[in-house]
């Protein structure tokens, strides 16, 4: 979250010069971009709300309620209640530290947000991906949670395919909807607050976490981090990966090791400024477990060895072995994700 | 935390926290401040640039005369054994050292180990190879999730996704659990 706010000054500069570019031709798109702009801005006013989440994977559809307290710079506490009202998980961050309880579990993890700011890319550097790989247009008014919103759909300039339309409050310029699209201009997610107060009153909020007595507590061993791929291959002492080939406006960002029972898996991030490509080199002698509900994962092949392909709301999912065991996971068709994974070499 | 701009943090103090060596109170204090201060932004950005370059260059190679310098006194403070210059036996120095007591004994001790193991039944190995390794499939999707949420347009369902795909892999360390 730190990052958005962060980044704004970078943003306005870079915004007259990205107007004299290619990128944002005409004023509707300047005005879109200006808006999304302040929609990406930390709030600087406390607020509260409830919220409904509909995600789809593949053709199922979840939804669920929260009720949400933000207080600026990076403070939260969402409270995901099931259908019967009841909570079934906290997740509470000061900022810096975050924990998320599972009260059917009773357990609770705690762990450190990613810090932008060590990103290998710059955020002036990713703003002009963004820019370069999408653009933005004003798409009329709506109201939201009983608020005055301006609607700004997320273009792709490669397909033309609309990829995010974001309603923007009027005055205080909080994202009060978000709605994301898939590969098949299907309606992925949509995220709406059903009623926010704007501003609130934060007397009396707290953003702690204290276990309750008797939880299980599970402690993240480490933060995620930012390096080259070289220094990830070699921390994980596996040969260095490159895709030969990688969907129109990805690059590469950075990569970092995931440690799971004492083996390493290496994470390569790729993006485009919008979304995330993710391949995993996994260690030898090892297996993609499928373990969340839903349609089975379907069997297809990759350079002519068996693979799995599963649909998440994250996007689709693609397992393989040639030499080793690899993930890419990204909201990209089967067939690009099977075109960037014939292409690895070491 | 005093300095320039009225009340900006020193340079010290954001050399600190680009290398992460800030306390976590501080850390939370300079972030806040980064928030609302372009100046100190722009010099957090100038010192991970820095940090960039210098993780980039390559690794000058020693001076030819520093090396040889360093070797003379290496070689005075530790001279060579005496057996290595004395040739008694009529064998070479490098063949009696390969068959002096001090290596010939650790040698049988791990030729009789390495015996032992490769005479088990069942090599550990194999039994590895016929039971692969299970990785959660939340363990690949919170690591990409904690990556997204890094991006400005987050898409709403890595940040409302279930929570447990929003903790890092390494938080299924059962060593871990307290």
Redesign the interface.
């Known amino acids: 979250m730190s990052t958005k706010g962060s980044l704004l000054a970078l943003f306005a500069l870079w915004l007259p010069a990205a107007g004299a570019s290619a990128a944002p031709e005409t004023r509707s798109e300047k005005r879109a971009l200006e808006l999304l702009k302040d929609s990406l801005e930390v709030p600087i006013t406390p607020y509260e709300g409830e919220m409904r989440v509909v995600t789809r994977d593949g053709g199922t559809e979840r939804s669920k309620e929260l009720s949400v307290r933000f207080f600026p710079p990076a403070s939260f506490r969402r409270v995901v209640v099931d259908p019967l009202g009841v909570p079934a998980w906290t997740i509470v961050s000061d900022g810096r530290t975050q924990w998320a309880f599972d009260h059917r579990r009773r357990t609770a993890w705690r762990s450190e947000p990613a810090d932008p700011d060590f990103k290998l890319m710059d955020p002036e550097e990713e703003y002009r991906l963004m820019a370069d790989n999408y653009s933005f247009r004003l798409a009329g008014t709506r109201e939201v949670a009983d608020r005055e919103c301006t609607v700004v759909e997320v273009v792709s300039r490669d397909t033309g395919r609309l990829v995010q339309a974001l309603a923007v409050d009027d005055e205080y310029g909080v994202v009060l909807e978000r709605r994301t699209f898939g590969p098949d201009g299907q309606a992925a997610s949509e995220q709406r607050f059903v009623r926010i107060d704007l501003p609130a009153d934060a007397e009396g909020w707290d953003f702690s976490f204290k276990p309750p007595p008797g939880a299980k507590v599970v402690l993240e061993p480490r933060q995620a981090d930012f390096l080259p791929a070289e220094d990830a291959s070699e921390e994980a002492g596996t040969a260095l990966l490159e895709p030969g080939w990688l969907p129109p406006g990805y690059v590469f960002e950075s990569a970092d090791l995931v440690p799971y029972r004492g083996l390493n898996l290496l994470h390569y991030r790729y993006t485009d400024g919008v979304d995330v490509l993710s391949l995993f080199q996994c260690p030898p002698d090892t297996r993609l477990a499928f373990g969340r509900p839903g349609p089975a994962p379907r069997r297809l092949t990759v350079a002519g060895k068996p693979a799995r392909l599963a649909l998440l709301s994250e996007g689709k999912l693609l397992e393989w072995g040639v030499g080793g065991r690899f993930v890419l996971l990204g909201r990209l068709g089967p067939e690009v994700l099977r075109k960037v994974a014939e292409s690895l070499r070491e | 935390m005093s300095g320039r701009n009225g009340g900006c943090p020193l340079p010290e103090a954001w050399s600190a926290y680009v290398d992460r060596e800030t306390a976590?109170g501080e850390?939370?204090a300079l972030?806040?401040h980064?928030?609302s201060c372009?100046v100190c932004?722009l010099e957090?950005?100038a010192i991970?640039?820095g940090r960039?370059a210098l993780?980039?260059a390559p690794v000058p190679a020693m001076p030819d005369d520093l090396r040889r310098t360093l070797e003379g006194m290496a070689a005075r403070r530790y001279p060579a054994p005496p057996a290595a210059s004395a040739a008694p036996w009529g064998l070479p120095a490098w063949v009696r050292f390969l068959l002096s007591p001090a290596v010939l004994a650790p040698a049988a001790a791990s030729a009789l180990l390495a015996a032992l193991w490769l005479g088990r039944r069942e090599p550990p190995r194999l039994e590895?190879?016929a039971e692969?390794?299970?990785?959660?499939?939340?363990?690949?999707?919170s690591?990409?999730?904690?990556?997204?949420?890094?991006?400005?347009?987050a898409?709403?369902?890595?940040?409302?996704?279930?929570?447990?795909?929003?903790?890092?892999?390494?938080?299924?360390?059962?060593g871990?659990?307290?």
């Open positions: 976590p850390s939370l972030r806040a980064l928030e372009p932004r957090v950005r991970q640039a960039k993780r980039a590895l190879a692969p390794v299970e990785l959660p499939m939340e363990l690949v999707v690591a990409h999730n904690r990556y997204a949420l890094t991006l400005p347009l898409p709403a369902d890595e940040l409302f996704s279930e929570p447990s795909a929003q903790l890092a892999g390494g938080s299924m360390e059962a871990d659990v307290h």
